[in-house]
């Protein structure tokens, strides 16, 4: 059991991190058009090339922080994991198994419950790392900033690790496993491994 509920706290975080679903489209979009509006234009000295640094980490801030309600919204509702072929979080590996035993008896309706339970739980344990994003968002510098702008493509997704993990993983670790309690996971496993 405890296997499993590592698993299911490793699959929740890692689609919140790694931007997800629709939201990283639309944080790399808003990161390429804050870089433009950085650079420098031939000549010009309208608009784009007199935002400040301030102004350009400012926007960048809160495409960010609209990114990250994206992913929440998304991810924390009924089949935002479980209906997503990209966030779908499968039975652990170890159950798998099982649930082709399982299969070949007629009973494998048990094992898809518990897979269906599994992401439920995901998806009400996302909303409350809604303040964990907020956070990683305002204690962003200017140079983090800078890095998103000018790094690679997942620089926004790197920075969310580099800010989140630990405090993610702290923070979610007791939620998920009340979670899978309360969508009654935990006693599908116990019926399915029984």
């Known amino acids: 059991m405890k296997h499993l509920k590592t698993c299911m706290a490793i699959a929740v975080i890692i689609p919140m991190l790694g931007g997800g679903v629709s939201a990283q489209g639309f944080l790399e979009r808003?990161?390429?058009?804050?870089k433009g509006l950085g650079g420098s234009s031939s000549g010009s000295s309208g608009g784009a090339a007199?935002?400040?640094?301030?102004e350009i980490a400012?926007?960048?801030k809160e495409a960010l922080r609209v990114g990250a309600d994206r992913v929440?919204?998304?991810l924390g509702r009924s089949d935002g994991f479980n209906a997503s072929p990209d966030v779908h979080i499968p039975l652990p590996e170890?159950?798998?198994k099982v649930q082709s035993m399982l299969d070949r008896v007629g009973m494998g309706a048990m094992?898809?419950?518990l897979e269906l339970r599994l992401n439920r739980a995901a998806e009400a344990a996302v909303p409350k790392a809604q303040k964990l994003f907020g956070d990683a968002i305002t204690s962003m510098s200017?140079?983090?900033?800078r890095k998103i702008l000018n790094g690679p493509k997942d620089s926004a997704t790197q920075y969310f690790r580099s800010k989140m993990s630990s405090p993610l993983a702290t923070e979610m670790?007791?939620?998920v496993n009340s979670q899978l309690s309360s969508v009654g996971a935990v006693a599908s496993y116990d019926r399915m491994i029984g």
């Open 30 to 34: 808003g990161r390429d058009m804050l």
């Open 50 to 54: 007199s935002l400040s640094t301030g």
């Open 58 to 60: 400012s926007g960048l």
């Open 72 to 74: 929440v919204g998304t």
């Open 94 to 96: 170890s159950l798998r």
């Open 111 to 113: 094992g898809k419950d």
């Open 142 to 145: 200017i140079d983090d900033a």
């Open 173 to 175: 670790k007791p939620i």
